[in-house]
């Protein structure tokens, strides 16, 4: 049966619409209150998998501050970045709305360097990259309805989860993997929720820096940008100081790359002039993006923040210590699946019989992937303090 309702009026024909959906994994009774790209944002909200970003880190672990963001409010700045821009381009919302909610559903505790290090454990079987984990997730892993694993969400849904993606693991997507091995692009809604999320982090750790105490102010007008959103901030509000400055700045930061991607991504739309989903696909390069001038203002920023910021010394050791956690981790339950929930140990003993070892690392990577902050600490004692014995 075709799903249910009404396509969101004033969209453009090169958006997205759930009645032209490619449609679910496995086929599923429609609604008659809520559209498909609907229905897969409402799955996402209510998995497990989403509820425990609240717990897992963005730059700075989960407990050294109630006011820092972590995956969870992210993921929420990213939804509400990314629905204006659709919004003020007639593209779909509700598939970006979904597509930003989901994008870090495969997110490892303790952020990137979780990440690297998951990654590392699992280079003899294929590694680990957290956009791949997320479509794993959605997929596989969540575990809530009779007749079939994962959300089954639409196609479109799953398309946008995947940024990039080896050509070995492309050719096991299916559907989804196929872009990658034909050079075609995804939708325009993947393609700005994407950029939706790079000026998210940006803008935001940029916030959270400066309230951790790891970056200061003057030393972040040093980019001609930040110092010129400065200069005029106080212009507009003489004597402007401390947090409402920082704010206005981050808030100015923000709409000054939303304002360039629109114009940008709308010239080179009407340049292209695509009629449909399927012919943005088709085009060898994606449409939506920053102008060169907004790019080279972007790779000074990163710069910035990767040398004042995510080198910082005390990012350092909370990184080091974190990599050591998943490590120690994933050589214990390898070594042992035994100490694995039975959840997972019956699955590791399943796949490691369908694939060998590289099945059962797979299992493994699954469980520490899925694990918030202090869980993967609280673990990591149980399993290796000995001091700890419950």
């Not at 956009?131 to 946008?160: C, H, I, K, M, W």
């Not at 206005?248 to 304002?259: E, G, K, P, Y």
């Amino acid at each position: 049966m075709a799903e249910q309702g009404r396509d969101p009026a004033g969209l453009a024909a090169h958006a997205a619409r759930p009645s032209a959906s490619r449609g679910r994994r496995y086929a599923e009774p429609g609604s008659d209150l809520r559209n498909a790209f609907q229905r897969d944002r409402d799955r996402i909200i209510h998995c497990a998998a989403f509820r425990r970003l609240e717990y897992k880190t963005q730059v700075f672990v989960n407990h050294e501050g109630d006011l820092f963001r972590t995956r969870l409010t992210h993921s929420l700045e990213v939804a509400q970045i990314a629905r204006t821009i659709a919004r003020a381009m007639g593209l779909n919302e509700d598939l970006t709305e979904a597509i930003a909610l989901a994008h870090d559903l495969g997110h490892t505790p303790f952020g990137h360097a979780g990440q690297e290090a998951l990654d590392a454990c699992m280079q003899p079987w294929g590694g680990f990259e957290h956009n791949l984990q997320s479509l794993r997730v959605v997929d596989l892993l969540e575990g809530r309805y009779p007749d079939f694993d994962g959300l089954n969400l639409t196609f479109e849904a799953r398309e946008g989860l995947v940024k990039r993606c080896p050509l070995e693991q492309a050719e096991r997507l299916g559907e989804v993997g196929q872009r990658f091995l034909n050079g075609t692009q995804p939708s325009l809604e993947a393609q700005l929720t994407n950029i939706a999320d790079e000026i998210a982090y940006n803008s935001h750790d940029i916030d959270d820096g400066l309230r951790a105490g790891l970056l200061d102010l003057d030393g972040l007008c040093s980019v001609d940008w930040i110092r010129d959103l400065r200069e005029q901030a106080q212009s507009r509000h003489p004597g402007l100081e401390g947090r409402r400055l920082v704010y206005r700045i981050v808030r100015d930061l923000i709409a000054s790359q939303v304002h360039d991607l629109i114009a940008t991504s709308d010239a080179r739309i009407r340049d292209a002039a695509p009629d449909s989903p399927d012919a943005v696909r088709a085009l060898g390069a994606p449409l939506i993006g920053f102008s060169a001038d907004m790019n080279g203002r972007h790779r000074t920023l990163k710069r910035y923040l990767y040398d004042q910021l995510y080198r910082h010394y005390r990012v350092h050791r909370m990184t080091t210590k974190a990599a050591r956690v998943i490590t120690a981790l994933f050589e214990a339950f390898l070594d042992d699946i035994r100490l694995l929930p039975p959840q997972f140990r019956d699955a590791a003993v399943r796949r490691e019989a369908a694939r060998g070892r590289r099945g059962r690392a797979r299992v493994v990577a699954d469980y520490i992937a899925g694990m918030t902050d202090r869980f993967a600490i609280d673990e990591h004692q149980r399993l290796l303090n000995p001091e700890r014995l419950t």
